[in-house]
């Protein structure tokens, strides 16, 4: 309880900085705002393309280990795609239990002048058990599954609010890296 009240607690002091946001609904992670879409637009006033393009490859270069390994598509100044792992991205309960979960994922970036178009073009929730467990959006029986789709209720709300915001945060991070909002290093 004391984890998901601190997860409230940041989630109240980052998220409204950026205003673009992912939801997790029974359909996947759509824009909060418009849950028709499967992508949020981030705002980047004054930035051209070249610029967001070139500030998304530092980006990945500096937070990923490998990022020459992450990096599976792009275009020059209009379009990258990369994948993502995450261990112990949330935690599901299964008959009291807490298992941990965790995440593979592709994201997409689609670069215009004054904005970015961020997707996650396919998302694989996994327990971290053996055998192996996929997590679904939606589902019922005895699988895991976010949503009972048979009755329309949301069956695991910790792995919910837990993966929106490590998608937002994620959002959050990027859009201030790209903004040129870096930490000063003082040596």
Same mark, same amino acid.
């Given at each position: 309880m004391k984890n998901l009240v601190l997860?409230? =607690?940041? =989630?109240l002091f980052t998220l409204p900085m950026v205003g673009q946001e992912f939801e997790v609904t029974p359909n996947g992670l759509k824009d909060k705002t418009n +849950?028709?879409?499967d992508f949020v637009v981030i705002d980047t006033p004054g930035k051209t393309a070249t610029e967001l393009y070139q500030r998304? @490859?530092?980006?990945?270069?500096?937070?990923? &280990?490998n990022p020459e390994e992450v990096i599976k598509g792009n275009?020059?100044?209009?379009?990258l795609r990369f994948n993502t792992h995450v261990s112990g991205i949330g935690i599901l309960k299964n008959s009291g239990v807490k298992v941990i979960?965790?995440?593979?994922?592709?994201?997409? +970036? !689609?670069? &215009?002048?004054? &904005?970015? !178009?961020?997707?996650?073009n396919s998302l694989e929730i996994y327990t971290d058990t053996s055998p192996r467990q996929n997590v679904s959006f939606s589902g019922k029986g005895w699988s895991y599954? @976010?949503?009972n789709s048979k009755k329309g209720t949301l069956k695991q709300p910790d792995?919910?609010?837990?993966?929106e915001l490590h998608f937002n945060s994620t959002v959050t991070s990027l859009t201030t890296f790209l903004m040129g909002e870096t930490k000063t290093e003082d040596w």
């Open positions: 997860v409230f =607690m940041v =989630m +849950l028709e879409n998304a @490859i530092e980006y990945i270069n500096e937070t990923y &280990k275009t020059e100044n209009e379009y979960t965790n995440a593979n994922y592709v994201t997409e +970036l !689609r670069f &215009k002048d004054g &904005k970015v !178009r961020y997707e996650i599954y @976010i949503y792995l919910k609010v837990l993966t």
